[in-house]
């Protein structure tokens, strides 16, 4: 095994200083992934094209080999070392990791944008029928739409890596690395998805600060989210469309959860029912997430939103597929590390705002 490291580090040292072309590089892992293989030591466990991705990221970092300058991949920014724009074949990859710790993507309508900007239409009341009589004037009303257009921002995730590290664990750290990326923006998605606020700064305004959304307030005084009672989560479910509330849940912080599943009707049974075989719980008969991007019960305070109840369907996330990775050797020079910037532009926006209620506490 130790002779494998040997190779193994060999191996990151020649791709770092660009002495391996792409046929070289393909042909040193077939090998060790071979020499494992033989010893029940796995170096994937991942599909095909994660295992791209990983090899793809890794030469953009190290900035070596014939591996990543065959591709031809635009460079982008001011950046000495170049931006890549990660190859359309593997963004899905990464878009896999965000979509398994995001809410908001993973419930959300995505819409592939192709440029910055993209209209989107959305239906405000349906069509009604009515009834005539032989004869007479018939009358009816047609479907009303409204529109929203999404404007794409950029997100900026900065890692520092130490050139050690870098040399001495390459290949897991690159898997490391795409598992960061996936969860800082799935995180980020949800936080501005859920709780964003343009006149604190942020990008988009959230469901719980989007104008468009119902909102429901806590009894006079009531100032916690601790006040919160079974009848305003009641009240609550009854605030967005009926077709709206086919598919929606209830979105909440954990500390906040803890007081909701403590609550009780007015015959004495709790208004949680808990998971049980294929059947998510549910907070009066409504399926329920936890995020730890909405409100704690240490923010509470006087007229702030803390519950979703909606239908995430009608949320819009505009996707511009515009990955970029970055690298820079100088701006870590002194600390001898590498500087991995990841940049990721998305849109979003609330589709229809009646599919949406929020719960805050009454004002001051």
């Known amino acids: 095994m130790e002779k494998m490291l040997v190779e193994i580090k060999q191996t990151l040292e020649e791709l ?13 892992i077939a090998k060790i992934e071979e020499k494992l293989a033989e010893r029940k030591v796995p170096l994937w466990t991942e599909p095909e094209d994660r295992r791209e991705l990983v090899r793809w990221l890794q030469a953009a970092i190290k900035g070596g080999g014939e591996h990543f300058k065959a591709a031809g991949f635009m ?11 990660v190859p359309p ?15 908001i993507r993973a419930g959300a309508t995505v819409l592939p944008m192709k440029s910055d900007e993209l209209p989107a239409t959305t239906l405000t009341s349906g ?25 794409a921002k950029k997100m900026i995730g900065i890692v520092p ?11 897991d750290i690159v898997n490391l690395l795409l598992q960061l ?4 923006i799935a995180e980020e998605e949800d936080k501005i998805g859920f709780t964003g606020d343009t006149g604190a700064g942020d990008p988009f305004d959230g469901i719980l600060n989007d104008s468009g959304v119902q909102v429901r307030s806590l009894g006079a005084g009531e100032t916690s989210f601790t006040n919160v009672d079974a009848d305003d989560l009641a009240d609550l479910t009854t ?9 929606a849940k209830f979105y909440m912080h954990r500390t906040v959860f803890n007081v909701v599943r403590k609550l009780k009707d007015n015959n004495g049974n709790y208004i949680w029912v808990t998971p049980g075989g294929d059947q998510p719980g549910t907070i009066w008969g409504y399926p329920y997430e936890l995020s730890e991007v909405m409100p704690s019960i240490s923010d509470s305070g006087a007229g702030k ?24 050797v100088h701006a870590g020079f002194t600390e001898d590390q590498t500087i991995v910037r990841v940049t990721h532009r998305v849109a979003l926006h609330v589709g229809i705002g009646s599919a949406f209620a929020v719960l805050q506490t009454a004002a001051a």
Request: aromatic share 10%; glycine share 14%.
């Open 75 to 85: 460079a982008e920014g001011t950046d000495a070392d170049g931006g890549y724009l």
């Open 16 to 28: 770092k200083q660009g002495l391996l072309t792409q046929k070289e590089l393909e042909a040193r």
């Open 127 to 151: 069509l009604i029928m009515t009834w005539g009589s032989e004869g007479a004037t018939e009358s009816g009303q047609k479907p009303q739409f409204g529109r929203v257009t999404l404007t």
């Open 161 to 171: 890596i130490t050139n050690e590290l870098l040399d001495d664990a390459g290949i």
């Open 305 to 328: 939103p803390f519950i979703i109840f909606g239908n995430l369907r009608h949320f819009y996330l505009g996707d511009r597929k515009k990955m970029t990775v970055a690298k820079s």
């Open 181 to 184: 990326f996936g969860e800082a």
């Open 89 to 103: 074949d593997y963004y899905p990859g990464v878009m896999r990791i965000v979509e398994q710790y995001g809410l």
């Open 239 to 247: 605030d967005i469309t009926s077709g709206a509330a086919r598919g």
